[in-house]
C-alpha cells in the first residue's frame, strides 16, 4: 500500500531534503506533488530519478491525499494546514506554529512514537525545532534508565537553520575578508557571521532568553517529561551545515559514564563516537548527509552529584527537520496499518 503525498515548500533547503530522503527510504509513494509559491512556479526538483515541475500552493486541493509535508514557515503554515487537515490530508508541519498546541502532537519518533495517535484531534503533527530534536534523542535513553532532573546546553547552530539566505550571507562574508574591495553587511544576522559566533537565534524575550532557547525548554517538557528543568544558551557559528550541542546533564540517579555509553550505543538513531585520543570524536562536517545523531565526549561531571557530559552533533536539515518529518510519516504509516 502506497501514499499520496504532498510536499509543501519543495524548492526551499528543507522541502528539497525532504524529497531526497522520501526517496532514499524507500517511503511507499504512489503519487507525489511538489508545491511551492506563486514566485517558484514551475520550478523543477527531483525525486530519486524524477523530475516534478512545482505546482501552485495557493490552489491545490488537498482532497484525496493522504500526507503532506510542510516546510513553508509559520505564516504560510497558518493559511494553507487547516484547508489541508479539513480535506482529510495529514500535516506533518516543520514550522513553530503548532509545537505548542495541547490537542497537536509534537513528535520525535525515537522518543515518543506513541504520540503520533493524538494526530486525529486537529490532522495535524508538529515537528520540533532542529537544536531540541537531536538533543532529545540522547536525553530519552538516559532519563529512562536514571530520571533527569535538569539540563544544561550550550549550542553551536550552523547557518543553514536560518534558510538558504543564512548559507548566502556566510559565503559572501568569506569571500569579502580576502577581498578588500568587497563590503557584505550583516542582513540575515544581527551581526557579521564570517569568523564569528553570534549568541543570538530569533527574537528575545522579557527574562533575556532567546525565543529558540525557549523553544529547548518548553519542547524537551512536552516531549520527554514536563518535570525536567532545560536551561539553554543558543549561539549561530559560521558552519554550513550540522548542528553540535554540549550538554550537562543532571540525573536522580548515579549513572556511570561507561554505563550511559552503552545506553547510548543500543539507543535508535545514535551513533557513539567516542574516543579519547585526538580525533576521536565527531565534528558537524562529518555528519552532513548522515541520518544519525552522533554522541561524544561522554564523561563524568565531578561538580554535581549525578552529573554527565556529553557532546551532541547532527545534520539540521536532515534530523533537525527533513529526516525527523519522514520518520514521522513513516511512525504514522505503520501505527494506521496497525490498527487498520
Given at each position: 500500500?502506497?501514499?499520496?503525498?504532498?510536499?509543501?515548500?519543495?524548492?526551499?533547503?528543507?522541502?528539497?531534503?525532504m524529497?531526497?530522503?522520501?526517496?532514499?527510504?524507500?517511503?511507499?509513494?504512489?503519487?507525489?506533488?511538489?508545491?511551492?509559491?506563486?514566485?517558484?512556479?514551475?520550478?523543477?526538483?527531483?525525486?530519486?530519478?524524477?523530475?516534478?515541475?512545482?505546482?501552485?500552493?495557493?490552489?491545490?486541493?488537498?482532497?484525496?491525499?493522504?500526507?503532506?509535508?510542510?516546510?513553508?514557515?509559520?505564516?504560510?503554515?497558518?493559511?494553507?494546514?487547516p484547508?489541508?487537515?479539513?480535506?482529510?490530508?495529514?500535516?506533518?508541519?516543520n514550522?513553530?506554529?503548532?509545537?505548542?498546541?495541547?490537542?497537536?502532537?509534537?513528535?520525535?519518533?525515537?522518543?515518543?512514537?506513541?504520540?503520533?495517535?493524538?494526530?486525529?484531534?486537529?490532522?495535524?503533527?508538529?515537528n520540533?525545532?532542529?537544536?531540541?530534536?537531536?538533543?532529545?534523542?540522547?536525553?530519552?535513553?538516559?532519563?529512562?534508565?536514571?530520571?533527569?532532573?535538569?539540563?544544561?546546553?550550550?549550542?553551536?547552530?550552523?547557518?543553514?537553520?536560518?534558510?538558504?539566505?543564512?548559507?548566502?550571507?556566510?559565503?559572501?562574508?568569506?569571500?569579502?575578508?580576502?577581498?578588500?574591495?568587497?563590503?557584505?553587511?550583516?542582513?540575515?544576522?544581527?551581526?557579521?557571521?564570517?569568523?564569528?559566533?553570534?549568541?543570538?537565534?530569533?527574537?528575545?524575550?522579557?527574562?533575556?532568553?532567546?525565543?529558540?532557547?525557549?523553544?529547548?525548554?518548553?519542547?524537551?517538557?512536552?516531549?520527554i517529561?514536563?518535570?525536567?528543568?532545560?536551561?539553554?544558551?543558543?549561539?549561530?557559528?559560521?558552519?554550513?551545515?550540522?548542528?553540535?550541542?554540549?550538554?550537562?546533564i543532571?540525573?536522580?540517579d548515579?549513572?556511570?559514564?561507561?554505563?550511559?555509553?552503552?545506553?547510548?550505543?543500543?539507543?535508535p538513531?545514535i551513533?557513539?563516537?567516542?574516543?579519547?585520543?585526538?580525533?576521536?570524536?565527531?565534528?558537524?562536517?562529518?555528519?552532513?548527509?548522515?541520518?544519525?545523531?552522533?554522541?561524544?565526549?561522554?564523561?563524568?561531571?565531578?561538580?554535581?552529584?549525578?552529573?554527565?557530559?556529553?557532546?551532541?552533533?547532527?545534520?539540521?536539515?536532515?534530523?533537525?527537520?527533513a529526516?525527523?518529518?519522514?520518520?514521522?510519516?513513516?511512525?504514522?504509516?505503520?501505527?494506521?496499518?496497525?490498527?487498520?
Amino acid at each position: 500500500m502506497g501514499y499520496k503525498v504532498v510536499i509543501a515548500g519543495a524548492t526551499g533547503n528543507v522541502g528539497r531534503e525532504m524529497l531526497n530522503i522520501l526517496a532514499e527510504r524507500q517511503f511507499p509513494v504512489d503519487e507525489i506533488a511538489v508545491l511551492a509559491s506563486r514566485r517558484s512556479l514551475g520550478t523543477e526538483v527531483s525525486f530519486g530519478d524524477t523530475t516534478l515541475k512545482t505546482r501552485d500552493l495557493d490552489t491545490f486541493d488537498f482532497t484525496g491525499w493522504d500526507i503532506a509535508l510542510f516546510a513553508i514557515g509559520s505564516e504560510a503554515t497558518r493559511k494553507y494546514a487547516p484547508i489541508a487537515a479539513k480535506a482529510g490530508c495529514v500535516v506533518i508541519d516543520n514550522s513553530s506554529l503548532y509545537r505548542y498546541d495541547s490537542e497537536v502532537p509534537l513528535v520525535v519518533p525515537e522518543v515518543n512514537p506513541e504520540a503520533v495517535d493524538g494526530y486525529a484531534r486537529k490532522n495535524i503533527i508538529a515537528n520540533p525545532n532542529c537544536s531540541t530534536a537531536q538533543m532529545v534523542v540522547a536525553l530519552k535513553p538516559l532519563h529512562d534508565r536514571a530520571r533527569i532532573k535538569r539540563v544544561v546546553v550550550s549550542t553551536y547552530q550552523s547557518v543553514s537553520g536560518a534558510g538558504k539566505e543564512g548559507m548566502d550571507e556566510l559565503w559572501e562574508q568569506t569571500k569579502s575578508v580576502y577581498n578588500p574591495t568587497s563590503d557584505v553587511p550583516p542582513s540575515k544576522f544581527q551581526k557579521e557571521i564570517a569568523f564569528n559566533v553570534i549568541p543570538h537565534i530569533d527574537v528575545f524575550m522579557e527574562d533575556g532568553s532567546t525565543k529558540e532557547e525557549w523553544k529547548m525548554v518548553v519542547e524537551t517538557k512536552k516531549i520527554i517529561d514536563a518535570s525536567i528543568k532545560v536551561t539553554a544558551t543558543c549561539v549561530r557559528v559560521p558552519v554550513f551545515v550540522g548542528h553540535a550541542e554540549s550538554i550537562n546533564i543532571e540525573f536522580e540517579d548515579f549513572l556511570d559514564e561507561d554505563e550511559a555509553r552503552d545506553i547510548l550505543r543500543e539507543a535508535p538513531g545514535i551513533m557513539v563516537v567516542d574516543k579519547r585520543e585526538s580525533g576521536g570524536y565527531v565534528t558537524p562536517k562529518e555528519c552532513v548527509g548522515d541520518y544519525a545523531t552522533f554522541i561524544s565526549r561522554i564523561r563524568q561531571d565531578g561538580t554535581i552529584e549525578n552529573g554527565l557530559n556529553l557532546w551532541c552533533v547532527s545534520d539540521n536539515l536532515r534530523k533537525g527537520a527533513a529526516l525527523n518529518a519522514v520518520q514521522i510519516a513513516e511512525t504514522l504509516g505503520n501505527r494506521m496499518l496497525k490498527k487498520g
